[in-house]
């Protein structure tokens, strides 16, 4: 079963899952002890895409502030999973 590290780092951490390895190419600050996949299957890497939608006739003004505060959050290390 595959699931994100956002979803899964309280059940890993509680030990009510068991984790075997992490997706990325590289092992995850939150986990440095759990390997990379890539790490046993060489070139082994998968990486999710997420998309924020809104209405059809959503003022533009929205969007444009929500991407920029999206931008500025990501950048803070304390909100940034990498």
């Known amino acids: ?6 979803r899964g780092a309280e059940q890993v951490r509680s030990e009510k899952l068991r984790a075997y390895g992490v997706t990325s190419e590289k ?6 002890d759990l390997p990379a996949i890539g790490e046993t299957v060489p070139g082994f ?5 997420f998309g924020v939608f809104g209405p059809a006739k959503l003022p533009m ?3 444009k502030n ?3 505060s999206l931008s500025l959050r990501l950048q803070n290390r304390n909100c940034a999973i990498n």
């Open 45 to 49: 890497e998968s990486v999710a895409w």
């Open 61 to 63: 003004r929205l969007p």
């Open 27 to 32: 092992r995850q600050l939150l986990f440095p």
């Open 66 to 68: 929500s991407t920029l």
């Open 1 to 6: 079963m595959f699931i994100s590290l956002v």
